[in-house]
DNA sequence: CGGCAATGCGCC
DNA sequence: AAACGGCGCATTGCCG
């Protein structure tokens, strides 16, 4: 099979990071500088416009770092102003998709030198291509490319060579992965519609809204709110001591927490508070969020059609998740406001935004700004004549967790339905726990099952779920769960452990649980019960003291990850080795669903790790339908008796 | 001014 | 007996 690797360079006013290659390609400023390629082993070819077409060898794949990227310049510009015909997915390999599942850094430099590559980041050769989309300083024009055109050629040529270096050290993705692949190309070009005269409204509301808040909170504190840690010393500099500015902790110490038992805790009774310091937290409660910068994101790469794409990343995540971009529909803020104990209905609540009147918005649902985050959720709408439906998978990595440890009398009350949280709660409070009175203690048990399953302990336990409790009463938790509730986790995660680190110690491969560790090329895999692979790159035999007892040393391994955008050594251990197993089948559980979808005419145009979202004809908008599919489990899944529930609902616009 | 690291904050 | 999560983006603050 021919293999042409290639790689263009464009100009443009658009910025490409803030509206993604999509919007990017679609902008009217975006032009072509040069392409370049490589032919299987021969030298590196160049095309500049107003060249002919290039012959491209029949049949040939097209192999590209970010496929996305070159896929949207050929079908934005090659196709519509040089009439080359279009290269349908089926012909695209994308090298940074292959990077992804390898757990290889993602940039094409940082690729290049994990895997001790011949080539060098012309970082020359790159300022200068970023700098011809960039106004010239003393002309105040754009600049004229011609003049340095050869050294972009060659800045161009260099990178295909580095692309053609890695995708001859990487490979092709196996066949499950490359279908995978496919729906994603899909996905992200089929691209999710945004309401934009809503987001206009929004955005409005915020500056009315902001505005004087801000300027208040400048009189009271002579600081900017985004100066998180300026504001933390002014804060603690007027008496009253926060750990941090975070919502939660700003509720807490503003008195408002729902759930505080002042008579049981005196400790974290909010401390009498200065008015000025109580009115600049509240202000900031109100208009801090950063949440609201997601309309600047939703305006910048939303396309002509009204359609943003490109959002998703495949494998962005070690076992396979998708991870989010630009406007990142992974991290929406979910609904807060409250009517009557419930969220607001949804289309009142927007025809007040769209008013674009703040005093109205507050009147009806409280401060503006907090309204309109609470409702960024509603910009993703449904296209015309089409619905939205959704569901998500209930709790289903601590279901799959506890499948996997063979806990079957809890599956089992899942399956039927019954409320784990109280049961988890019983075995912590040692009575019985029923949702309506005991609404607190059945929380501690939902944290519980859902958090515990990968080996926290009390300290961490207590930091994330309950700041109010003593950690004696934490660490009665986490011993409840491990020795009474289902011991047989703890057992999954010393398996695995010990499975991981014989096979990187003896170099033999060991397995358990279903998952078989071994060792290949220079990466760690883990066998999936589905079939599918985890890769651990440079894993090395270590030896580390117990955190319980530093003279207690023992085998361990360490592997390399990229955190940050930067390449990180991380300690291997059972709980994170578990929680990377159940990620993965929960993952797999999605794609499974995600392709039964596209063939019910469920067109899926997101997901967020165990939600799937998808827009088909109003007509065939049946959430039973999908239920049914996300249901329908596979028979690795059916083996380890995982018990799955998916929540699924219709409607016109996304909602959580 | 741009690049980079650290930090905060949102979600699953 | 027994431990650490996974992400991306915005902002700040420091550096050259």
Redesign the pocket.
């Known amino acids: 099979m021919t293999t042409v690797v290639l790689d263009f360079e464009t100009v443009s006013q658009c910025d490409l990071k803030a509206a993604g290659s999509w919007r990017y390609a679609q902008d009217p400023s975006t032009a072509v500088l040069c392409l370049c390629w490589t032919v299987d082993d021969a030298a590196a070819e160049h095309w500049l416009p107003g060249q002919p077409e290039p012959k491209w060898p029949l049949g040939a794949t097209f192999v590209a770092h970010n496929a996305n990227f070159e896929k949207a310049i050929w079908r934005h510009i090659m196709v519509p102003e040089y009439g080359w015909a279009d290269i349908p997915n089926s012909k695209w390999h994308d090298t940074m998709a292959m990077c992804a599942m390898r757990t290889v850094p993602q940039s094409l430099d940082m690729a290049v030198k994990a895997l001790d590559l011949p080539a060098e980041k012309d970082n020359t050769g790159s ?1 200068l291509t ?1 700098g011809l989309s ?1 106004i010239d300083k003393k002309t105040g024009m754009m600049p004229d490319p011609a003049p340095v055109l050869p050294r972009v050629v060659e800045y161009c040529n260099d990178d295909v060579y580095a692309q053609r270096g890695l995708h001859n050290r990487l490979g092709w993705l196996p066949p499950g992965e490359r279908d995978v692949w496919l729906l994603d190309q899909r996905i992200n070009e089929r691209g999710i519609r945004l309401d934009v005269p809503l987001v206009r409204a929004m955005q409005t509301i915020v500056e009315k809204a902001k505005t004087p808040l801000a300027h208040e909170f400048r009189q009271i504190t002579g600081l ?1 709110m ?5 504001v933390g010393d002014w804060v603690k500099s007027r008496g009253v001591y926060l750990p ?5 902790t700003l509720a807490n110490a503003l008195g408002e927490s729902p759930d505080r038992d002042p008579i049981d805790d005196l400790e974290t009774e909010p401390e009498p508070m200065p008015d000025d310091v109580r009115r600049a937290l509240l202000i900031r409660q109100q208009i801090g ?3 609201i ?1 997601k309309l ?2 939703a305006q910048a790469c939303v396309m002509f059609d009204g359609r943003a794409r490109g959002l998703q ?1 495949y494998h ?4 396979g998740r998708w ?4 406007l ?1 529909p ?5 609904n807060r406001l409250k009517e009557d104990d419930e969220a607001p209905a949804i289309e009142p609540l927007i025809h007040a935004l769209m008013t674009e009147d703040p005093d109205y918005v507050e009147m009806v649902y409280g401060p503006a700004v907090a309204a309109v985050v609470s409702s960024l959720r509603h910009i993703i709408v449904a296209g015309s004549g089409r619905a939205l439906v959704a569901g998500d998978f209930a709790g289903i990595e601590a279901r799959l967790t506890l499948a996997l440890a063979g806990e079957h009398s809890k599956t089992a009350l899942m399956a039927a339905g019954a409320d784990v949280y109280c049961d988890m709660a019983e075995s912590i409070y040692k009575r019985p726990i029923n949702k309506k009175n005991d609404p607190e203690e059945r929380q501690i048990g939902k944290n519980s099952v859902l958090g515990l399953g ?7 336990f207590r930091l994330k779920y309950a700041k109010k409790h003593p950690l004696e009463f934490c660490e009665e938790v ?2 409840a769960y ?1 020795q009474d509730w289902a011991p047989g986790v ?1 057992d999954v995660w ?1 398996a695995l ?1 010990n499975a991981a680190i014989k096979t990187v110690w003896d170099k033999s491969p060991h397995e358990a649980y279903g998952v078989a560790y071994a060792l290949e090329d220079r990466w760690l895999t883990a066998r999936l019960p589905s079939g599918r692979k985890l890769w651990y790159m440079d894993p090395q035999p270590t030896r ?1 003291a ?4 530093e003279t ?1 040393i023992r085998r ?1 391994f360490t592997y390399k ?6 390449r990180v050594t ?2 291997a ?4 080795l578990t ?1 990377n197993v159940a ?1 993965a089948m929960a993952r797999d559980l999605l794609t499974e669903a995600m392709f039964k979808c596209e063939k019910e005419n469920l067109p899926v145009v997101f997901t ?4 799937i979202v998808c827009e088909p004809f109003s007509g065939q908008a049946d959430p039973l339908m999908l239920r049914d599919i996300m249901r329908d489990i596979p028979q690795w899944a059916k083996a380890i008796g995982v018990p799955v529930e998916a929540e699924c609902w219709a409607g016109d616009r996304y909602r ?1």
């Not at 967020?608 to 939600?611: A, F, I, R, S």
């Open positions: 300022k970023i960039k900017n985004t100066q998180i840690a300026k941090d500015m975070q919502a939660e969020s950063a949440a910068k600047d994101s990343q962005g995540a070690g076992p991870t989010g971009r630009i990142q992974h991290n929406f803020p979910r990968f080996q926290m302990g009390a300290r961490k986490v011993r491990r703890k010393y452990g580390e117990m955190p319980w007892d207690d361990a990850a990229v955190k940050n955008k930067q991380v300690k251990f059972g709980g994170l929680e990620q967020v790790h165990d939600e959580k």
